[in-house]
């Protein structure tokens, strides 16, 4: 025998909606791999904010952040948004994971990696509402 709790669930907010994507490169020559470097670099760039500084004597401090770029992500199949998959907000990119040679330990003859494992993850910048799905006269839904 125990006392009943009497737990209940309040609503409190919504939860901005986050999405991950997982990228496996195998580059086969130092052009492809200077390619997914490059690939990797802009979203590393991409991942934090710029400065926002003012001059203190001979020096630069930081006081702030300008918000990074925003993100627009659309699924395609054969080059066409895909109905199939709900429609994603503008995001901020919240996480960028790279690991190099992730099942062996094998580089080309130059020295660069045989396999690059890239993860990004994103944050839409607002939350949903029921309207944002199901649609009305003024948007489409389909979030």
Request: hydrophobic share 35%; with cysteine.
């Amino acid at each position: 025998v125990t006392t009943n709790p009497n737990t209940r669930s309040l609503f409190k907010s919504v939860a901005l909606r986050e999405f991950a994507f997982q990228f496996k490169f195998l580059p086969l020559s130092e052009q492809e791999h200077d390619h997914v470097i490059n690939i990797i670099n802009f979203f590393r760039q991409e991942l934090y904010p710029e400065d926002i500084t003012v001059d203190v004597g001979s020096a630069k401090a930081s006081v702030g952040f300008r918000f990074p770029n925003r993100f627009g992500i659309k699924i395609l199949y054969n080059d066409v948004e895909n109905k199939h998959t709900p429609k994603i907000l503008p995001c901020y990119l919240r996480d960028v994971t790279t690991t190099f040679n992730p099942s062996n330990q094998a580089m080309h003859a130059d020295g660069r990696f045989s396999e690059i494992d890239m993860s990004i993850a994103f944050t839409e910048t607002r939350t949903l509402s029921k309207k944002d799905l199901i649609g009305d006269k003024d948007t489409a839904g389909g979030y």
